[in-house]
Structures are given as structure tokens and as C-alpha cells.
């Protein structure tokens, strides 16, 4: 029996209000234009049948998680995860941040059984985008900033799972959603 396609939001927060900050907990909040963001993808994630959050902490990641969590007409209670921050640069390497990552998504792998919203940064996006497609040959990786972040400000991987696998997916734009 083929089991059912699941599908998995991975959310970059908005545009903060400085783009010159240091990592630090909990971090800049959203800027004029990150709040405007940070509607447009609850707009477009508001249909989407969302049964389960994960999310950052951070102050820009709860901000651009809460016009969604405000339009949804059934509630649904964010799961906070420390191994979703972003990486302290002078704090924890790389591979720290790759392994965090990489035995957090593989132990969700039992429990994301219904379409899952997760909100945070650039690096944990990333290495969640490298568990599933380690070659990269199943997503089309439109976008790369100098800092090899391959999600925008804003930006969300709409990703469909089967069996934990991907089988496809693709990256929206929140400048798309406007028209």
C-alpha cells in the first residue's frame, strides 16, 4: 500500500530590521518591510492544512511566525527547538550545527506524519534541505546568496515527503506571493 503524501513548509523568517547584527539569542527583530513579509507567507501558508509547528525562538522567527499562527481558524501550538537556532559563528562550527540538525530532523522522522510548518533561519533550512537531498538533484535550488543560503528572507520550501523521502518539492518567493 503507497503511503500519502505529506508535505513540509521550511520558512525563513522575514527581513530583519538590520541585516549588520551579530548572532546573538534572541536577535534583531523584523524590519517595516520583514512585517509586510512575514503577512504575505501567512497569507499563502493560511490553506495549506498545517497540523504541526516547529520553530526558533528567535526574535525575527516568532515574528514571522505569529500573522500565520493569528489567520489560522483552527489552533495549533508551535513546538519550540533549540536545534532550529541559528549557528553562533564564534561559538559552534559548522559540523556542529550540520550534526544539530541533521539528529533533529532524523529523529522527527516518526512524528511529521501530517503536513508540518517549520520556521527559522538560513543554516537549519539548509542542512534540512541537505538531509533530503544530499546530491541536490531533486530540488531546483533557484536562489544562492554569497553566504550559500539557498532560501531568501521570507522565502519557503514547499516539500513533498513520502515515507521521510522526498519525492519534489520547490522554493517560493515572497515577492511572488504579492501578485
Not at 500519502?4 to 548572532?23: D, V
Not at 549557528?87 to 550534526?99: A, G, I, N, P, T
Not at 529523529?107 to 538531509?131: R, V
Request: with cysteine; aromatic share 12%.
Amino acid at each position: 500500500m503507497m503511503s500519502r503524501i505529506i508535505k513540509l513548509y521550511l520558512a525563513r523568517h522575514a527581513e530583519p530590521q538590520t541585516l549588520h547584527y551579530k548572532n546573538y539569542f534572541p536577535g534583531p527583530p523584523l524590519g517595516q518591510r520583514g512585517i509586510k513579509q512575514a503577512h504575505m507567507m501567512a497569507k499563502y501558508l493560511r490553506n495549506k492544512n498545517i497540523q504541526q509547528v516547529y520553530t526558533s525562538n528567535f526574535t525575527r522567527v516568532i515574528q514571522t511566525l505569529q500573522p500565520f499562527l493569528d489567520t489560522r481558524l483552527e489552533q495549533v501550538s508551535p513546538t519550540i527547538e533549540k536545534a532550529l537556532w541559528e549557528r553562533e559563528k564564534e561559538v559552534e562550527s559548522h559540523e556542529s550545527l550540520v550534526e544539530r540538525v541533521t539528529a533533529w530532523i532524523r529523529n522527527k522522522s516518526n512524528l511529521i506524519t501530517s503536513n508540518t510548518a517549520i520556521f527559522s533561519h538560513c543554516g537549519p533550512i539548509n542542512m534540512i534541505l541537505q538531509y533530503f537531498d544530499p546530491q541536490k538533484t531533486v530540488l531546483d535550488y533557484l536562489y544562492t546568496c554569497p553566504f550559500l543560503c539557498h532560501t531568501p528572507f521570507a522565502g519557503i520550501w514547499e516539500l513533498n515527503l513520502q515515507d521521510f523521502c522526498l519525492v519534489d518539492g520547490k522554493l517560493i518567493f515572497v515577492e511572488d506571493m504579492e501578485s
